[in-house]
């Protein structure tokens, strides 16, 4: 990829609109740009202040193509750090293709996925983090993702692995220069002073990588699956939790032959909630694979809800049970809660009853009373849908939201804090044992690479592709 050259592309969403962006950058931007804008003033382009914005007309020849306003960026005070031309015209898709056709034809070279943002990192205008902050921004879609993605994009992340990095590296730097004086036996770096900082950056980078559990739940959203038996009121529980009729309900046992998903902001933060096959002994082939995947669904949820319906007069000890006796019925609701907790130890499992207006204040009081941190609601009605949504919530984290903290979202910074730690934790041994300063400046150097792959002061061109290959093109 060639830093060199001018680049274009569209920066707005392509389609019909009732404007479009168009974003020239590169050292010829405002010569290029210049013969082919007409001001209404009459003013030349490349004459004008930084900074600025004018009316007039892009003109391919003797054809007049658009009414435009143009952004002027002169020298390195832009995005990119070099000079740029923001065209917004008017957002018929020919006529922006015509303006990118004319650019083109006029020296300029489609831009790449990610390549503005690129050109912004080596010209020094944020680091690698925060570049890879700008995706994670654009695709943020609710309020935590967001927030995490502008706290980082501000640089604290950054700001945090920089001084640990800059303090590490003047440590370094002594335990260097003994190596230069190893045969006078002298010390320049205070031990005391080393074992402090190594405990603090252990600290801090266990914090760091802590926070990826959460981190991660909030950029990609919390997937929680519905599971029951057939008709207990899945896909009515689903519907009232997203206030749409998302899925088809029925009175008709099995109706939900395969998972429904659907997506709700609960507190800032995003869940996605999966309607499965309802479980049950059957011999449908359809509804068996379709039982089958709610298996599978459970596996990669993080939050299971397991609904019953609390209406069946065998749970109900004041109506004589029509079909099974109460304590067989129970037993059977049991069983699966238990089954579930067995094959699943390590997912948060919400229990809700179903249909609870169905039922009087005895009954209600004798169900919580058989089963542990029971939820009670009615799905048709939406009771206690409001309360079950305030359940999911405290299964997340949020305090260090709240509090501003540095949360870790993007999987490459936990694979290099995780290297990072590993280093650090072997040069607190060699302290511990007195090792040599030369074999600890290895462990050291190593740190530090680690440090500076996450920033982007130790980079390479097959890192940069991989990372700006998933930013959309003008961006």
């Given at each position: ?93 020919y ?16 831009a ?21 902050a ?52 002298v ?72 998972t ?60 004589p049970?029509a ?104 040069v ?36 940069l ?11």
């Amino acid at each position: 990829m060639n830093t060199q050259d001018t680049i274009v592309a569209l920066a707005s969403p392509a389609g019909a609109g009732a404007i479009a962006v168009i974003r020239v950058s590169g050292p010829d931007a405002v010569s290029i740009c210049t013969p082919l804008f007409k001001s209404k003033r009459g003013k030349d382009l490349s004459k004008q202040k930084t900074h600025t914005i004018h009316l007039g007309h892009i003109i391919d020849e003797q054809r007049v193509l658009d009414e435009v306003l143009v952004s002027l960026f002169k020298g390195t005070n832009s995005y990119t750090g070099e000079p740029t031309v923001e065209i917004s015209c008017h957002g018929s898709s020919y006529i922006q293709q015509e303006i990118i056709q004319l650019l083109l034809r006029k020296g300029c070279r489609a831009a790449q996925a990610g390549e503005f943002t690129l050109r912004s990192f080596i010209n020094g205008k944020m680091d690698l983090s925060q570049a890879e902050a700008v995706a994670d921004l654009i695709a943020s879609d609710n309020e935590a993702s967001h927030q995490i993605a502008m706290q980082q994009m501000r640089g604290g992340f950054s700001n945090e692995i920089a001084q640990l990095r800059q303090e590490l590296l003047n440590f370094a730097s002594l335990i260097e220069l003994e190596l230069d004086f190893s045969e006078e036996d002298v010390e320049f770096a205070d031990r005391t002073q080393f074992k402090e900082l190594v405990a603090r950056i252990t600290k801090v980078l266990k914090r760091l990588i802590d926070s990826f559990a959460t981190g991660n739940v909030i950029k990609n959203g919390i997937p929680v699956a519905i599971v029951g038996e057939p008709n207990v009121g899945k896909s009515t529980l689903l519907n009232a939790l997203l206030n749409e009729e998302r899925a088809i309900v029925s009175d008709i046992a099995g109706t939900t032959r395969d998972t429904i998903e659907d997506e709700l902001t609960i507190g800032g933060i995003g869940f996605r909630f999966i309607d499965t096959a309802g479980i049950r002994e059957t011999k449908d082939v359809i509804e068996g694979l379709g039982i089958q995947k709610t298996f599978e669904k459970i596996g990669q949820a993080q939050v299971v809800v397991y609904l019953f319906d609390a209406s069946l007069s065998a749970l109900n000890p004041s109506i004589p049970s029509a079909s099974l006796p109460k304590e067989e019925t129970y037993k059977a609701i049991t069983i699966e809660i238990e089954k579930i907790k067995n094959q699943f130890p390590l997912k948060p499992l919400v229990i809700v009853a179903n249909k609870t207006d169905q039922l009087q204040e005895a009954e209600i009081a004798t169900l919580q009373s058989s089963i542990p941190n029971l939820h009670m609601l009615s799905a048709k009605k939406g009771m206690g849908v409001d309360a079950l949504k305030a359940k999911l919530l405290d299964f997340v984290n949020t305090g260090a939201l709240r509090n501003d903290e540095t949360i870790v979202t993007n999987s490459r910074h936990y694979d290099a804090l995780l290297k990072a730690l590993e280093e650090i934790e072997k040069v607190q041994y060699g302290l511990d044992t007195n090792l040599s300063g030369d074999l600890m400046a290895i462990d050291i150097r190593q740190a530090l690479y680690h440090f500076g792959e996450i920033t982007g002061q130790v980079t390479n061109d097959e890192l940069l592709g991989n990372i700006f290959a998933n930013f959309c093109i003008g961006k």
